[in-house]
Structure formats: C-alpha cells, structure tokens
C-alpha cells in the first residue's frame, strides 16, 4: 500500500516540479551557452593576449581597459578566463565523449549478451573502481606528461566504469522489453536491435549522465590544474588561476575568487541541467 | 554469514590482484625509464645499462612483475631513491595524520549532514527543505579547492581565528594539533554532508510512511523517540553504503586538502613524489591507497550485510 502511494505522489508532483525548473533550468543553460561561445570564439573576441605580461601593471583592480583587473604577471584577467574557459571545456567535454562512447557500448554488449563477457566487463570495472580517480589521474598524468590531451585521454578513461554501469543497467531492463522481443521474431540481428532498438532508448539517460561527467571532470580538471598538474602554464586554466590567486588572498583575493565564481557557476550549471534531464528519463530519482 | 563473507573474499583475491597488475603496469608500460630519472639526462648509455641490470629492469616484464609482487607481498614496497627512505616507511609515518583528517571530515560532516536530513525529512516539503535541500545541491558543485580557498579567505585571513597551514603532531601539543585539523576537516566536511544529507532524507522520508511507523504514532510514542529510534536505523542503510563509497572521494579531496594545508599526510607524500619524479614512492602509494580503498569497501560490504539480512541471506 505505502508503495503505492509513493508511485501516485511522484506522479503528481513530477509535471508540477518540471514546470518549476523553468527559469533556473534555462537560465543554467543560457550560461553554458555563453561559456561555451565565448570558448569557441575566444580568437574573435576583443580581448588581450591571455599570455601578454605587463610587469608595471600587476594585480590592477577592474578598469576599463581591464574589466576584470590583471593577475600576479600583469596578464588580463578576462582574457585569461575566457581561454581558460576553453581549456576547462575542452577536457570536460572530450573527456566524458570518449568515456561516454566506450563505456556506453561496452555496457550495453554487457546488459544484451550477459553471460561471460558481462562477467569480464564487470570485473574489468570493478578493478578501476579499486583506484580513487584523482589518486589514478595524478600516477598517469605524472608518468605521461601534462598536457591537454593527455588530461583529456585519462579522464576519459576514468569514465568507462560509470558509463558502463548507467548504459549495462538501462540495457538489461529495456532488453526484456516486447519491442526487443519483437524486434528478434521479425528475424532482426543483433546489431539491429543493439543500435535501432536500444541505443534511441538508451541515449537519454547517457546523455544526462554525460552532463553530470562533465561537470565532474570540470572539477577533476580544476582540482589537478590547481595543484600545478593539469593545464600546463602558462596557458591558463581555472583551476592554475584559482591556484595562482591563492598566494594573493591577503591583498588581491579577487584574482582567486573570479575563477573560483565561473568555475562554481558553470559546474553547477552542467549539475542542474544533467539533474534535470535525468529526472525526466528516471521518474524513481525525483525524490533525491 | 559464513558462507556470504567467504564469497566475498573469494572476490576480494582477484581484484587486489588485479590491484597490483594494474599498478604495476602504469609504472612500467608508460614512457618515461626509471634509469634516466635516477641518473638525470646527463647519464652515458653505459651507466644507463649498468642500473637497468642492478635494477632488473632488463628482465622480461612478466618476471619483474612477479619478482616485484614477492617482495609487495613481503611488505617491501621499495626504497626512494630521493630520499633513501624505504615506501612503507613514508607511508606508516603519515597515515596518521590522513586517517585523523579523514575522521575529522566524516564526523563532522555526519554531525551536519545527520540533523538536516531528519529535520528535512520530517518537514520534507516545507521552505526550510526545499532551502536545505536545494543548497545541498549547490554544494554538490562546490570543488574542495574552492571551499578550502573560501574558508582560508574567511578563517585565516579576515578573522585570523585558525591557522591557513601548518601541523603541529598531537603528542607534542593536542589542542593546537586539532586547531590545524578544523580548517582542512571542515572544508571536506562541506563536500561530505550534501551527499550524506540527501541519501537519508530520501530514505527517511519513505520509511516515516510505513505502517509501523503509523502504529508507533498511535500508540502515543514520543515523536523524538519514533524519529531517532524506529525510524533512523532503518533509514540508514544507503547511508552506510554511501559513507563507504564516499572513501574514495575523500582519499582524492585529502590529496588536494592536504596539499593546500601542508598537513604532512599520505596525500602530500604522493603529490610531492610526483613533483619530485620519485616513482618508486609514487608507486608504492598508488598501490597502498588503492588496495587500501579495496579492503575498505570490503568491510563496508560486510557492514551492510550485519545491517540487512536480506543481503547475506543471497539475494544480492
């Protein structure tokens, strides 16, 4: 009985919390919007060089020739968190493409075939959920070398087990279902059912937990960065800038909490509009 | 029970093992020969060969594997060649100060994280729950590097109540040791309650609608006594199961907490193993803290059991 009042609340309340989402859902996508297009077209905008040191004017407060105030070497604030904007996103987004793509079809073979090859691919899994990801990323990232594209590759990599749970869970039910059932007495092979079946089905809680990865590499990114291991300097990132401004806390604390905001705002915004999608394709997760 | 926790270290044999392969293979297949970073970039070739032998690295890698897991198994992780100092040393040194700070942040984030979900849970629905609620979300996108920048601007530079670094051993002087701990603990503290907060609301509030709950209602119970006694203990499976999971986080956050602190813990060992190229302690403490993780999530398991009989009795 008290299960099914619970179905009969979420119900309800679902339309009515979707509704409500509105303006913080849209306004956290309109930011991603803005970051993104100001990443992309950091090369157009008229802002400084990001890398340009002007020893006389360091840590200059906002003015109009440098709206958000120049950091420790004289470098232009904005400029350098545009492009570090494009250094974030670039691995916060890559990132989770290839753990999504990987992890995705490894579990969905895994949810389909089951058997022994799903006992391999779990285990597998199992193993690098035994490495705390950070403790992982910093031993790679320190025998590799720092660069973007190695961030990038083994933050990627770090991705394929959550992937692979969220594609293998969604598979395994969808794979009982009657479409599929239908699909295989229509005499439909299993690469059919894999990818015109229940790949559409299985994309929507992907893509919203790709949202999520996101902003969790965004944060891993941020965090390596910030420790002088991530985005090689001096090309900047949010994470060195945060690190950089923090030996000035005392008298410039603004070099440290401008990117410390934009990091803030555009995790929280991933983390909205992932929660979001995720709540429409996952009724059972509303109440958290 | 027997039976459940024999399966589970049947499992837990392979994975470490995998543990150590895993290990052991980032340090050897990735570029980068351990020989030229003893030597430097000035070595001739002959001296390179020459430590390639001491060091066995011009034995087949199956061999150096296994030569390498002997001497793990014996508790011999290594000796840096920084500092002469052998793995396990350095790391029994400053796990102490890891597992206090760990410890500082778990409790202190149950202690937040605790009273708001049994609060929110009770009122779930009301403005102080969505406002709970909706700034544990916020939380949620609040790096430790940032809550740590925030609360050094805060503590330690506007009010100069606590120190921004430093560590002072607890032998030595216990009040001033703990001063060094708020800081730090606090800041994984405000990563930890989100999390904690919304698994047991969640599940409180599904347990406050069953029957026995009603009933304890009825027969007239104080609502402290149905909310702390009937209804928390149950309500704290996920949460228990979550508490393990958080493990690997918080071992990342010390990583990071440590650092910006200069607490002297394991975190500092490998990140400053990193700074300086000393694979072998970088080595040795990948594979101490994952293993470390491993037996950890192990015991969770089995805590989880000792809570649910349904789990040992097979179903999962």
Known sequence: MAALDLSIDTAAISPARRRQLGTVFWSAVIWIAVIGASAAFANLLPIADPTNMDMLGRRMPPSLEHWLGTDGFGRDMLARLIYGARASLTVGLLAPVIGGTIGGALGMLAGYFRGRFEALVIGSMDVLLAFPPLVLALAVTAYLGQSIFNLTMILGFLGIPAFTRVARAATLSLAQREFVTAARALGATHARILVRELLPNVFLPLFAFFLLAVAVTIVVEGALSFLGLGVPPPAPSWGSMIGEGRESLEFAPWLAFIPAITLFLTVLAFNLVGDALRALTDPRQGAL | ?????????????????????????????????????????????????????????????????????????????????????????????????????????????????????????????????????????????????????????????????????????????????????????????????????????????????????????????????????????????????????????????????????????????????IYTRDFIILQGVVLFVAAGFVLMNFIVDMLYAVLDPRIRHGRA
């Open chain 2, 1 to 273: 029970m027997l039976g459940f926790v024999g399966r589970r270290i049947l499992h837990l044999v392979p994975v470490l093992l995998a543990v150590t392969l895993m290990t052991f293979l980032i340090a050897s297949l990735l570029p980068g020969d351990l020989a030229y970073v003893v030597l430097g970039d000035q070595a001739t070739p002959e001296k390179v060969a020459a430590l390639r032998h001491d060091m066995g690295l011009d034995q087949p890698i199956y061999w150096r594997y296994l030569y390498w897991l002997g001497d793990v198994l014996q508790g011999d992780l290594g000796r840096s060649f920084r500092t002469g100092q052998t793995v396990l040393q350095a790391i029994i040194e400053r796990l102490p100060v890891s597992i206090e700070l760990m410890l500082v942040a778990e409790i202190t984030g149950l202690l937040i994280g605790i009273p708001l979900a049994i609060i929110c849970a009770v009122k779930s629905g009301s403005t102080f729950d969505r406002v709970m609620t909706g700034s544990a979300f916020g939380m949620l996108s609040v790096p430790a590097f940032l809550a740590a920048i925030l609360l050094i601007y805060l503590f330690a530079v506007q009010l100069r109540l606590l120190p921004a670094t430093g560590y002072v051993p607890f032998g030595e002087d216990p009040l001033g040791n703990l001063r060094c701990f708020v800081l730090p603990g606090l800041t994984l503290a405000l990563g930890e309650w989100p999390v904690l907060m919304r698994v047991l609301r969640s599940d409180m509030i599904a347990t406050l609608q069953e029957d026995y709950i009603a009933m304890a209602r009825a027969k007239g119970l104080k609502p402290m006594r149905i909310l702390l006694v009937h209804a928390l203990k149950p309500s704290s499976l996920t949460l228990v199961t979550v508490t393990g999971i958080n493990i690997g986080r918080l071992i990342g956050g010390t990583l990071i907490v440590e650092s910006i602190f200069a607490l002297p813990g394991i975190g500092r060992l490998l990140v400053g193993a």
